[in-house]
């Protein structure tokens, strides 16, 4: 029986492209990776960030050497995640260079942060949207949330101790920094144990301390400038008692830290409001911090977690979100 096909072009970040990879080729597809970006530096992921037109030369390189590798294969189907470097014209010739693949983009990150996308998603036959005001707001998006890995569907049947009653593991944006700031050592001193980890590239925190009021007072060994290794994150969630994630102020989509966490089955306090839509909220796992409701954290993480129905959720694990991209007439529901 021949394989059906799949060009994957998406970008490197821990190990998730090649989970996905993984999945799909389980699913009984052949994959081909392309990565979107024309290289993995800090400078090249800061420029992609701050103004992609800064590498234009570089990006238009990358996108050629593209269609000359794949000018001989016949895809099924192409995958785009995320989609940071490629603009409209780009997938436009990609379309030309496979006008017989369904194209499929899968956004994680808010059209706000990235408003180039606005001109790939009428070229492709399906797009997904982690973002949940992005679904509301376009109709062409579908609401698709983020996954966990087996790595973390494996952590509740692990016996480790647990060393942390709250673990933070994040990227440095300047809403997160000032909550964390605050909260934290008010946590501490109430006797909770916790794990707090602040990671940003050395050039996005020159940037920000030149020109993020937020991070005018911040002192560099406050943050950490390599990332945790996909492994020492999930030793890291297995010895905690309860997970601490903010989203970025721009986007209203659950973080991949979120649905780790449901997959890990651990408690979460998080400040997006917008989890009390979804299908597997329980306020009893679930704690939404506001202004107001520090005080209710204590009382929060002395309750035990409390078990969700299965098929909520089997519902987002990477193989039923790896279904959704490669069948257009799989259909889940993910919202009350």
């Not at 994959?31 to 970006?37: A, P």
């Not at 204590?298 to 909520?312: Q, S, V």
Request: one cysteine or more.
């Amino acid at each position: 029986m021949i394989k059906r096909k799949v060009l994957f072009i998406g970008t490197v970040f821990y190990n998730y492209h090649t989970l996905i990879q993984e999945a799909m080729e389980n699913q009984g597809w052949a994959v081909d990776f392309y990565n979107d970006r024309p290289g993995t530096s800090s400078l090249t992921r800061a420029f992609l960030k701050i103004n992609p037109k800064i590498i234009q030369k570089q990006i238009r390189e990358h996108y050629e050497a593209l269609l000359a590798k794949i000018k001989h294969e016949r895809y099924d189907l192409v995958f785009i995640l995320n989609g940071k470097a490629f603009d409209g014209d780009m997938v436009k010739g990609l379309r030309k260079a496979q006008p017989q693949a369904e194209f499929v983009l899968y956004l994680w990150d808010s059209v706000l942060l990235y408003p180039h996308v606005r001109e790939v998603i009428p070229v492709v036959d399906r797009a997904y949207t982690f973002d949940y005001e992005d679904a509301k707001s376009y109709p062409e998006l579908e609401l698709l949330p983020l996954f966990y890995t087996e790595e973390y569907a494996s952590i509740p049947e692990s016996k480790v101790k647990v060393e942390y009653d709250l673990a933070s593991i994040c990227t440095a944006h300047p809403n997160r920094y000032k909550i964390i700031r605050e909260l934290f050592p008010k946590l501490e001193e109430k006797g909770l144990r916790i794990f707090s980890f602040y990671y940003i590239m050395k050039l996005q925190y020159v940037y920000n301390k030149l020109f993020v009021p937020a991070f005018r007072r911040a002192k560099k060994e406050e943050f950490n400038f390599t990332f945790l290794t996909s492994k020492e994150v999930v030793d890291i969630i297995k010895k905690s008692r309860c997970i601490f994630d903010i989203p970025h102020d721009k986007q209203t989509g659950l973080t991949m830290r979120t649905i780790e966490t449901l997959g890990a089955k651990k408690k979460l306090i998080t400040t997006n409001q917008k989890v009390a839509n979804y299908n597997f909220y329980d306020e009893e796992n679930i704690f939404i911090l506001k202004s107001d409701n520090q005080e209710e954290v204590l009382p929060f993480l002395a309750k035990p977690y409390r078990e969700i129905p299965k098929e909520i959720y089997d519902s987002y694990s990477l193989q039923s979100w790896v279904k959704r991209i490669l069948h257009k007439d799989e259909k889940m529901t993910y919202t009350r």
